[in-house]
């Protein structure tokens, strides 16, 4: 066996290992609370009164307008003169958080205002509160229509997790890392850990790729089909 | 019996209901003519508060409410009321994600939270009633305008309302497409439903019609009963009017 697949072969396991416990559970975290943040940014800048969407704007101008692993090093070096320690994962988390839910919430803004304002009449026209129209009537056609541009928000994610590797949390890019420290050898172990980050967003388009297909078993909006 | 009294309604200073007064007898069919622009919508939506009237009084059976300009109106009441009604709209707007069943068992189940089995049960009885039986599990997408309307019928009725609110139910659909929508309302009309529809379509108005209300710049000109306001019509804007709808229609 040549000296470079022996070398992989060896590095395998931990390097999936801190794909499971780190790059995984981070990606999957905080998507999942990002995807609540941006929820309920996007209600408050569609629904709440005038202060309210300031601040919920003003959060979404800094998150978008900074770089992440700036955010995230404001967050973990950054915190502690102010008397809050964090450890590196919590950290992370709280970041990458923050940042899907100012990117989700202006992607679930559009998708909100981009169903026909005749859907919330109808569901009114039935009896529907508006709690029961947003999430019986509104939120199943947005929500389709957010498939898309979340799926690739999601998918970017899985790769920017790699940037909290800068602030020591040990997942799959930091783990290559430790593995060249000892071996030398950064060209395998970089095109190693590459091809697992491929694998798994190779395996989330797909099945980006199906739930789109399933979604779109009732055909477009009426508009379109009369 | 469906009792509107001094409805004012204004967008900006667009003052498009002028103190709107009107009774819509029960187990009648009431027919809303009038140029486009006239406000027949925006009169239909104040029965149902989709929009809400700056001042006057809406009333269904014992339901009551009076709007008056900075008056607050609670929430409970407007949904109270709207209840009482079901809405059959222009462009149909059925719900694009739920097949042509859970279209009409949709608010049994949401709303009125009926057991999924005997909810299914009375939209099927609906869909019979309007036809559609075959197409209960199809997406509203694959349905023709006219079978789309038909489904849209069957889902305001679904709750039971007092009074079936019609905005041009057959003026988005192809004439012959229209007919199987007409044939639908003219049922319902002989079973004694309560309506109130506003339309251009005079075959419609004429067959179903039992009285008819005469809106212009959102004024009542002329209310009474079909065979009157189109025959003998008193007023000289309702007698252009209808002249002109006589004129469509021979077309
Ligand atoms: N939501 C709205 N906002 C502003 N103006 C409206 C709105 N709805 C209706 N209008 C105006 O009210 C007037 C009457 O409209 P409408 O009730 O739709 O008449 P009709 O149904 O008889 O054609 C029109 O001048 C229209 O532009
Ligand atoms: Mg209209």
């Given amino acids: 066996m040549p000296q470079w697949l022996s070398l992989m072969i060896e590095s395998l396991p931990s390097l999936l290992w801190a794909c499971m416990v780190f790059t995984v559970p981070l990606t999957l975290l905080s998507f999942a609370l990002g995807l609540g943040v941006g929820f309920v940014v996007a209600l408050t800048r569609l629904f709440a009164p005038g202060p309210l969407v300031m601040l919920v704007r003003f959060y979404v101008w800094i998150i978008r307008g900074t770089p992440l692993l700036v955010q995230l090093f404001l967050i973990f070096y950054g915190l502690p003169s102010v008397g809050i320690v964090l450890d590196a994962f919590p950290a992370a988390l709280i970041g990458f958080t923050l940042n899907v839910g100012a990117y989700t919430s202006e992607i679930i803004r559009a998708v909100l205002v981009s169903v026909p304002k005749g859907q919330w009449e109808a569901a009114y026209s039935i009896g529907m509160t508006w709690r029961q129209a947003m999430y019986r009537t509104i939120l199943p056609q947005a929500g389709r229509i957010a498939v898309p541009p979340l799926s690739n928000t999601f998918i970017s994610l899985v790769k920017d997790t790699s940037l909290a590797a800068a602030i020591t949390v040990p997942e799959l890019f930091r783990a290559g890392q430790r593995i060249v420290a000892t071996s030398y050898e950064p060209l395998i172990l970089y095109v190693e850990v590459a091809l697992i980050y491929l694998v798994v967003s190779s395996v989330l388009s797909s099945l980006q790729a199906r739930l789109e297909k399933r979604l779109s078993r009732y055909g477009g909006y009426i508009e379109a089909a009369s | ?251």
């Fill in chain 2, 1 to 251: 019996m469906i009792t509107l009294e001094h409805i004012h309604k204004s967008f900006q200073d667009n003052h498009v209901l002028k103190g709107v007064s009107l009774v819509v007898p029960e187990g009648g069919v009431t027919a809303l003519i009038g140029a486009s622009g006239s406000g027949k919508s925006t009169l239909l939506r104040c029965v149902n508060l989709l929009e809400v009237p700056q001042s006057g009084r809406v009333r269904i059976d014992d339901a009551v409410i009076d709007f008056s300009p900075g008056g607050k109106v609670p929430r409970n009441a407007i949904l109270a009321l709207r209840r009482k009604t079901g809405m059959v709209f222009q462009n149909f707007q059925l719900f694009p994600h739920l097949t042509a069943l859970e279209n009409v068992m949709e608010s049994l189940v949401t709303v009125l939270k009926w057991p999924q089995e005997k909810a299914r049960a009375r939209a099927m009885e609906l869909l019979e009633k309007v036809g559609m039986v075959a197409k209960a599990d199809a997406w509203p997408a694959n349905l023709s305008g006219g079978q789309q309307q038909r489904v849209a019928i069957a889902r305001a009725l679904a709750p039971t309302p007092k009074v079936l609110l019609c905005d041009e139910p057959t003026s988005a659909l192809d004439p012959q497409l229209a007919v199987e929508v007409v044939e639908v309302l003219a049922q319902l009309a002989r079973e004694g439903t309560t309506m109130l529809m506003a339309t251009h379509d005079l075959r419609l108005a004429a067959t179903i019609a039992s009285n008819v209300v005469f809106l212009d710049s959102g004024d009542i000109v002329e209310a009474g009963p079909a065979r009157q306001v189109f025959g003998a019509p008193a007023d000289e804007r309702t007698k252009r009017f209808v002249s002109t709808l006589t004129a469509q229609t021979t077309l």
